[in-house]
């Protein structure tokens, strides 16, 4: 089982807080330390909306372009983790970040939640790894069954493992179904673990250990009153270890009593926190978490004109974003559908930022009631 600890831009672009955060990551056991290479226009439209600061309002996308590094950056923190003992993991967002990482041979590449449905990218990945057999680690929140299986089927099995996860800051525990582990991995023939974004150290992990996930997955922070994006959700240092105990624990309880090991790492649990873990076991039906329904289409990526255009224009590549619509834009056709609309003459007037739709385009497409 191992254990991943996920930094993500909690450095806030500082080296030394990012080598801080590695030590404190392999210190409380962590097996992977996870970074995120971010660029703004890979993530989002200029226009996607605002996001509250105690600062005040600012624009979603200047957020995310403050989180913006030089490569060289995840390089240092790459060999800096090697030096530590432990492994290097990282999540593209696009094209260029996920070349870029590539070139730096990071040991595992992470796509997180919201790049399940990008196409693109993972044809890409897909490309690579029929020459390079990299691991990948495929996050699956605010996902239907249909989303998981097309990221699997570009990907390919081989060397693929999938986490089960809730796209919600913080997600609510009892939400978590944590039955759909052994499912999922049954449904994939992959092996399955949790991303979790729960605030308790011990629960999430602690029952999807005992439903036998391979991996987890956990947001850590310096502190919690730092202006990370994630730092409220993530856990310190001493949370984190606490966490790590935890589930080695359960490792060491099935090395102890084999097959029966679930049942008794269960009723441990339920002797301490009663009916909340049949509650976070859940029925095993995957279906969107309440918490993150509402997200479904926004979250994850759409195609969006990164212009405006006239009736008549030929779309090129540089007009269409492979894009999260988040906060105010409309929502856009499905990735899968990039080819399609590159090269296709507008049929109307489109604005900067909104999402595509088949009836802008004067062309023969698929079925419109399979393409949102």
Not at 48 to 60: A, E, M, N, S
Not at 252 to 277: C, M, T, V
Request: with cysteine.
């Amino acid at each position: 089982m191992k254990i991943i600890a996920e930094i993500g831009t909690s450095h806030g672009g500082n080296l030394q807080k990012a080598k801080e955060l590695i030590d404190v990551a392999v210190e409380s056991g962590a097996d992977f330390v996870k970074f995120q290479w971010v660029y703004a226009s890979e993530i989002l439209h200029p226009n996607t909306g605002f996001v509250q600061l105690p600062t005040g309002k600012i624009p979603l996308f200047n957020r995310f372009k403050e989180l913006e590094v030089r490569p060289d950056f995840f390089r240092e923190c790459l060999e800096y983790t090697h030096q530590k003992g432990a492994q290097f993991l990282c999540s593209p967002f696009g094209t260029k970040s996920l070349e870029e990482l590539l070139s730096i041979n990071p040991d595992a590449i992470k796509i997180a939640s919201p790049e399940l449905n990008h196409i693109p990218l993972l044809q890409k990945l897909a490309d690579f790894r029929k020459t390079h057999d990299i691991p990948v680690i495929i996050s699956s929140g605010v996902s239907k069954l249909s989303d998981i299986e097309e990221a699997v089927s570009t990907l390919g099995r081989k060397n693929l493992t999938l986490l089960h996860c809730i796209t919600s800051y913080p997600a609510p525990e009892e939400e978590y179904n944590l039955r759909l582990i052994p499912n999922l991995s049954a449904i994939f023939g992959i092996p399955c673990g949790v991303s979790d974004h729960s605030l308790d150290p011990i629960l999430v992990p602690s029952v999807a250990a005992a439903v036998g996930g391979t991996i987890i997955e956990k947001h850590i922070t310096l502190s919690k009153e730092t202006d990370g994006l994630d730092d409220p959700v993530a856990l310190t240092g001493e949370q984190f270890a606490l966490m790590s105990h935890c589930v080695h624990q359960c490792e060491a309880a099935f090395r102890q009593y084999g097959p029966n090991a679930e049942s008794y790492i269960l009723n441990q649990l339920k002797d301490e926190y009663g009916e909340r873990i049949e509650k976070i076991l859940g029925n095993g039906v995957k279906t969107l978490a309440p918490a993150e329904a509402a997200n479904y289409g926004r979250t994850n990526r759409s195609l969006h004109f990164m212009r405006s255009l006239n009736a008549g224009d030929v779309i090129s590549a540089e007009d269409i974003g492979v894009l999260r619509t988040e906060k105010e834009l409309s929502v856009g056709i499905h990735p899968r559908f990039l080819e399609n609309i590159i090269g296709s003459r507008l049929a109307r007037v489109v604005a900067d930022g909104a999402g595509v739709q088949w009836e802008d385009v004067l062309a023969s497409f698929p079925t419109q009631n399979t393409c949102k």
